[in-house]
C-alpha cells in the first residue's frame, strides 16, 4: 500500500492565499485537502479548452457578500453555463437597483424587523423595499419581457434592462447562458404575477430551457461541473449531465447539507456515477463548507494560478 | 418565572404511537419536546375548519417508503394544497407505472450499478428502466397533456392518465391542487423535452400556476404550512403565505437542514414573521429530524387523533 | 443482483411504536430503515445470552427526559456496562436530590436566566440551585467517598448514597459497572474540588477503572455496542471493543454527529473496523436521530419485543 | 435602526490570508462574517496583556494536518493554557517517536485496513505501530512518570521525555500547563494500563488537575476562550469559567457540532452566559466550519496582524 503522508500545514508570515491553499493541499485530508483539491480540480476544468463548466449556485451567496466574485467569474469567461435560484437574481438585481443588503443577527426580534420593513436571510437583512423597485422595474419594462419565450431569454433581456453592474448584466454582455428553472419561485416571479393578475400575458414557456441547456452538455467534448448550495440549480446541471455523451468529467460540490437525508443537494458527487451524470474517471470532491468561505479561497487561488 | 418541569417518559408496553408521542409532548424539550408539539400543530390547523393546509414535500419521500402515507393524507382531506419537486413526482410516476424502489447501500459501487441499470438515492435504487416507461407514457398521451396551460393543469391530467393509484392521481381525484414550479428539473420534464426535441409543443407557462396558489392564500381565512424538507416546496408556499391576508398562522417544518448558511431550506420558520409569511402569533416548531422517521410517527398519532 | 423493494409504511389507526417500528423496517432506507434495523440488532444483542452489551450515553438525556428509560434499562438487566459523562450523573443526581429540570426556549434571554439562577441546557433549564444540594451531599458525605481507588466504585457509592431512585442507584443495586472517565469535568468533579480546595484528600486514579472495563471486555465471548451520543463514552467503549478477543459483534450508533469533521464522536461505525473495534462480520446500523426521539422508540420496540 | 450594509468581497491577485479575512470581516454575515469576527476577537484576546488565553484542542487535528500550527501558537507565547484530547496527544506521540499519519479514504476497504495495520480517522490513516512504539516509549520510561500526581504533571513529563519535537514537549519547554481530563480515554492510557496490568503502580489523581486549572481562571484579570471543536476540552474550561471571577471576556467557538441535540459540544458559546461561563458583555463568535480550513486561515491572519 502506497500512500502519501499528511505534511503538517507551515504558516510563513503574509503568505498569500494560494499558497496557504497549497499547503492545505498537501495536508490532503479532511477540510484543508478538500479545499485544496477542489482548487486543484477548480483550476483544470477552467485550464481544460475542451471542458464546457457548469456553475449552480444556491443559498444567499448575494446577501453574503459574494455578489462582486460571481460577476468577476462571469466576466472571466471561466464559465460557460450558470443555474441558479430566483432569490439570488431577486437578490442580485435589488442590488442593480440600488439597494443594498445589512448586516443583522440570527436572533433577531423578527417581529420588529416586519415593523421596519427588513427581512431577514439568517443574519443578513434584505430591506423590503426591493419588492417595490422590482415592481416598478419590471411593470416599466414589461412590453420588453413579454416577448420572451424561454426563462433564460427572459433573464438576458432583464440583465440587458438593469442600469447597474450586475450577474444577470454580466451574463447578457457576455453571452453565458444563465438558467433559473424556478424562477416563479422568487421576487420576480412574484412582480411578473403582479402583471398577470392585472391582466397582461407572458409567453415564457415552462420547458423550453430544458432543450438549451441539454444541447451545451450533449455538443460538449467534456463537461465539468461546480456547486455552491444544492436545491434546483445543482440538480437542474445535474439531469444535463447525464444527457452529456461522457457524462461529467470534473466535479466540485461545496455544501453543508449532508448526505444521510437523501436528497439531491446534500447528495455525494460519486451517486451520480450510478445515474451516468459523472464519469466514473471523473476527478472531483465533496467539500463541506460554507460556501462563503469556500468560494472567496477557491476564487482567490484561481486568480493567482490562471491567467486571464 | 414560572416554568413547566421536564416530565421523564415512561414506556409501558405495547403502547400505542400516539401515547409514545403525548409523552414525548410532556417532556417538551428537544427532539422529542418538538416532535411531540409538531403533532399537536398539525392536529390544530387540520381540525381547524377554517385553514387552509398547504404541504411542501421535499426529498426522497417516495424512495424513502412515505408513498402510502402521502396518498392516505391525500385521501383524507387534511391537506387543501401540495407542493413538491420534479423528482419526487418522477418516483411517484414510476412507481404508477408498475416500477418499484430498491433497498440499497449507500457505499454501494456505483460504476457497477451504473452498468447493472440502478440509480442510487443514498441508499435505495431507483431502476433505471423507469426513464423508458415514462417516455412511453408520456408519448402516448402527449396530446392530452399538450393543452395544458399551467404545471398543475398538467399533472392532474398526468395523474388521470396514470394506470394505478399515485400521488399524482389521489390529487386529481380529490381535486387537491398539486404545484411543482420546477417540474422541468426532472425526469417528468427531460420526457416532455424529449418530445419538444422531436419538434412537438407544449403550451405550458412559467409562471401560471403563481396566479392559483396564491389566490388560495390571499383568500383563505387562515393559512397551516407543513414542510418536510425544504427547497423550491417550502420557498414557494412561504413566498404565497407572504401575500396571505394574515400569514401563516400554524407551521410546522421538519428538515435536517441547518440555519446557519442561510438558505430558505434550512432557515428556521421565525425567520418568516420578518417576511410576512408567518404570523407573529402563530404556532410554529421546527423539527430537526429525518423525514421518514417523523411523518410516520406523526401521521400514526394524528391518525389516532382525527375522525375521518 | 438480488434485492429487496422499499415496501411502503402503511400506518394502522392505534398502531403500537413496535408495529410502526416493525414497518419502518420493511421499508428498509434511510432513516426509517436505520430505526428499524437498530431495534433489531438492540434485540439481537440483548437476547444472546453470550453477549455482554455496552452502553455509551453523552448528550442531555437526563434534561431531556429520558431518566426513566436509563433506569428502566439498568433495571431490565439487558445491558451489563454503562459509560456516560459527567454531566449526565450531575443532572441524574440533582434529580435524586429532589430538583427537576424545566421546559425553555433556545433564544432565551440568557443574562436574565443567569439573574433568576437557571442554567441553560439548549431549551431546558437546570436550577443553578442543584450545585448548592450537591455540594452539601458531597460535604456530608466525603468520609464514604474517599476511600474509593476508582472512579466506578465512586460512583457506586454515591449511588448507594442518594436518597431517591436515580441511574447512579439503579447501578449500584443491580450492581452494573458504570464508568465516567471524565468525572472531573462535571458538577460533580467541582464539588469534589470544592472538598480539595478546603485541604481534604481523594484517593481515586486516574487509571483504575481501565482495568475493570478492559477485563470484561476480554473476557466476554461477545460484545456488543450501543450509543447515544459520542464523546468520551463511546470512544472508552470503542477503546475496550479494540482489545475484546473478537471486537464487537453487534453495534448500534444514534447521534446527529457528522462523520466528515473526523471526530471520533461522528465517526461511522464501520471506521472501528480498522482500528480491531468492530468485527467485520459485525451487524451494525449508524442512525443520524436526535437521541430524545430515537431512544423512546427504540425501547418502546423492544419492551414489546423481549420478555423480562 | 442603523446598521452596516454587506460589502462584497473583492479579489485581488495575491492577496495575503490576511486580506481576504478583512474583506470577509467588512462582508460581516454568515460563514465569512464570522470567520473574519473570530479573527478579530483572537488578536483581541492575544494582544490583551491582561487576559489569560484558553485552548480547547478536540477532533483529529493532528491526522489533520494541523500539529505546526499548533505547536508555533505554544511556542509563540500566545496561549496560556491548553486542554485537549488523550487521542490528541496520542497522535502527538505518535509523531515525536517518528510516525507519520497518511492520506487515505473515507470509503476505504476497512477490514483490507486493518489487516494491513492502519487504523483509519475518516479520510488519515494512523498505522497501528504507533502503539508499539509508545508502549516502549512508556515502558522504559514508567518510573519517570510514575511519581506524577496530576494528569498534567503527566504530561510535562511525556512531553521533556519525547525524542523530537511534539505538542507535549513545547508545552514542557514553555512552561505552558495542558490538561487532559479523560487521558485514560486513549493510547496513551491504555499504554499505562498495560503497565498497572504488570502490577505496576502509578499514583496520578482523577481530580487534581482541576485545583491548577481552577486557580488560573480564579486568579486572572481576564479570560478568553477559544476552541477547535467541542468535548471534554471545551466544556472544562467553561467549567472553569464558571469559577472566574468575570467569565470569559472574549470567546471563539469553531465546530462542526450543531446546538439542536443539546449537548456541550455543539452548545453556543451564548448559552454560557446563562451558567456564569461567558461574561454578557463578551464578544464572541460561533464559526460553523471544519476545524483544519479554519485554523489554518485564522492562524495565519493573526501571524500577519501580532508581532511576536
Redesign the interface.
Known amino acids: 500500500?502506497k500512500?502519501?503522508?499528511?505534511?503538517?500545514?507551515?504558516?510563513?508570515?503574509?503568505?498569500?492565499?494560494?499558497e496557504?491553499v497549497r499547503?492545505?493541499d498537501?495536508?490532503?485530508?479532511?477540510?484543508?485537502?478538500r479545499?485544496g483539491k477542489a482548487a486543484n480540480i477548480c483550476e483544470s476544468m477552467i485550464k481544460d479548452k475542451d471542458c464546457k463548466v457548469f456553475l449552480g449556485l444556491?443559498?444567499?451567496l448575494v446577501?453574503?457578500?459574494?455578489?462582486?466574485?460571481i460577476i468577476?467569474l462571469i466576466e472571466s469567461s471561466w464559465i460557460d453555463v450558470i443555474v441558479t435560484t430566483g432569490?439570488t437574481l431577486t437578490h442580485d438585481l435589488g442590488e442593480a437597483l440600488g439597494y443594498?443588503?445589512?448586516?443583522?443577527k440570527?436572533?433577531?426580534d423578527?417581529?420588529e424587523?416586519?415593523r421596519?420593513g427588513?427581512?431577514?436571510?439568517?443574519?443578513?437583512?434584505m430591506p423590503?423595499k426591493i419588492y417595490e423597485g422590482m415592481e416598478d422595474f419590471i411593470s416599466e419594462n414589461f412590453d420588453d419581457l413579454k416577448g420572451k419565450k424561454s426563462?433564460r431569454e427572459l433573464l438576458w433581456e432583464i440583465g440587458r434592462l438593469t442600469p447597474h453592474q450586475s450577474i444577470l448584466k454580466a451574463c447578457f454582455e457576455n453571452k453565458i447562458p444563465i438558467f433559473c428553472?424556478?424562477?416563479?419561485?422568487?421576487g420576480i416571479?412574484?412582480m411578473?404575477?403582479g402583471q398577470?393578475?392585472k391582466g397582461k400575458q407572458?409567453?415564457?414557456?415552462?420547458?423550453?430551457?430544458?432543450?438549451e441547456i441539454?444541447e451545451i452538455a450533449w455538443t460538449a467534448k467534456k463537461c465539468g461541473v461546480i456547486y455552491f448550495?444544492g436545491?434546483?440549480p445543482k440538480?437542474?446541471i445535474q439531469?444535463a449531465m447525464?444527457?452529456a455523451p461522457k457524462s461529467a468529467q470534473y466535479g466540485v460540490q461545496v455544501?453543508?447539507?449532508?448526505?444521510?437525508?437523501?436528497?439531491?443537494?446534500g447528495?455525494e458527487l460519486?451517486?451520480?456515477?450510478?445515474?451516468?451524470k459523472l464519469n466514473?474517471k471523473a476527478s472531483f470532491v465533496d467539500l463541506?463548507?460554507?460556501?462563503?468561505?469556500?468560494l472567496?479561497?477557491i476564487?482567490?487561488a484561481l486568480?493567482?494560478r490562471i491567467k486571464f
Open positions: 500500500m500512500m502519501k503522508p499528511v505534511d503538517h500545514i507551515k504558516i510563513k508570515k503574509s503568505m498569500t492565499v494560494n496557504l499547503q492545505m498537501s495536508a490532503g485530508v479532511l477540510g484543508a485537502g479545499l444556491a443559498g444567499p446577501p453574503g457578500g459574494m455578489r462582486n466574485i468577476d432569490a443594498r443588503h445589512y448586516q443583522g440570527a436572533d433577531a423578527d417581529a424587523l416586519h421596519k427588513f427581512d431577514r436571510v439568517y443574519e443578513s437583512y423590503n426563462i428553472p424556478a424562477i416563479s419561485d422568487s416571479g412574484l411578473i404575477w398577470l393578475a407572458v409567453e415564457t414557456g415552462a420547458f423550453d430551457d430544458l432543450k441539454i448550495g436545491g434546483v440538480n437542474y439531469q447525464q444527457l455544501t453543508m447539507d449532508r448526505p444521510e437525508p437523501g436528497g439531491s443537494s447528495a460519486k451517486e451520480g456515477i450510478s445515474w451516468g466514473p463541506i463548507c460554507d460556501a462563503t468561505i469556500a472567496p479561497i476564487y482567490a486568480k493567482e
